[in-house]
T-cell receptor, first 114, second 115 residues
Framework: EAGVAQSPRYKIIEKRQSVAFWCNPISGHATLYWYQQILGQGPKLLIQ????????DSQLPKDRFSAERLKGVDSTLKIQPAKLEDSAVYLC????????????FGAGTRLSVL | AQKVTQAQTEISVVEKEDVTLDCVYETRDTTYYLFWYKQPPSGELVFLIRRNSFDEQNEISGRYSWNFQKSTSSFNFTITASQVVDSAVYFC????????????FGKGTRLSVIA
């Protein structure tokens, strides 16, 4: 079974530029999560989708971050404009949903903002 | 609010030693789930184990074992006879019973196993 796919693996941009990350979840997984992992920290949720609807985006800096999950499958996370403090690994995870569901993670995108 | 504390930032052991990673959690929920994930240098978080709050039976799986104690709000993880391939960052995580909540992670413990 294919895992969660993310691209690109690495991205280096200048501050104030824009960037987009892509995620393809495990087939059949209704719930998709984007987490931000700053160096030396555990992942923190940015946004959670159930099918193509947003369940929780309370931690998403909406002035610069946006995300969508068209057709309830693939998802894109965008940052515009990027700041230095956005340097982090952006992890996508998916699950079937439900209480105590196991989340399966992609390899992440490592973003460096210079 | 939910919180997970992993007090050990880094641990180094010599190959074949046993090592225990500590995890203490806080939650007001009576039903919740606890997880351990492994993050090797490749970056992908790999699921290791899940426990619900009603199942305090400790488990052994190969070289891995877990000790869940509700009385002390702890969910510790032990690797027996450690190997170099065990070197990674290990995260403890918590979620509630609503079914639509994300994982709350600790800061992780970096384990280095030296040959």
């Amino acid at each position: 079974e294919a895992g969660v796919a993310q691209s690109p693996r690495y991205k280096i941009i200048e501050k104030r530029q824009s960037v987009a990350f892509w995620c393809n979840p495990i087939s059949g997984h209704a719930t998709l999560y984007w987490y931000q992992q700053i160096l030396g920290q555990g992942p923190k949720l940015l946004i959670q989708f159930q099918n193509n609807g947003v369940v929780d985006d309370s931690q998403l800096p909406k002035d610069r971050f946006s995300a969508e999950r068209l057709k309830g499958v693939d998802s894109t996370l965008k940052i515009q404009p990027a700041k230095l403090e956005d340097s982090a690994v952006y992890l996508c995870a998916s699950s079937f949903g439900g209480a105590g569901n196991i989340q399966y993670f992609g390899a992440g995108t490592r973003l460096s903002v210079l | 609010a939910q919180k997970v504390t992993q007090a050990q930032t880094e641990i180094s052991v010599v190959e074949k030693e046993d090592v225990t990673l500590d995890c203490v959690y806080e939650t007001r929920d009576t039903t919740y789930y606890l997880f351990w994930y492994k993050q090797p240098p490749s970056g992908e978080l790999v699921f290791l184990i899940r426990r619900n709050s009603f199942d305090e039976q400790n488990e052994i799986s190969g070289r891995y074992s877990w000790n869940f104690q509700k009385s002390t709000s702890s969910f510790n993880f032990t690797i027996t006879a450690s190997q170099v391939v065990d070197s990674a960052v290990y995260f403890c995580a918590l979620s509630d019973n609503s079914g639509n909540t994300p994982l709350v992670f600790g800061k992780g413990t970096r384990l280095s196993v030296i040959a």
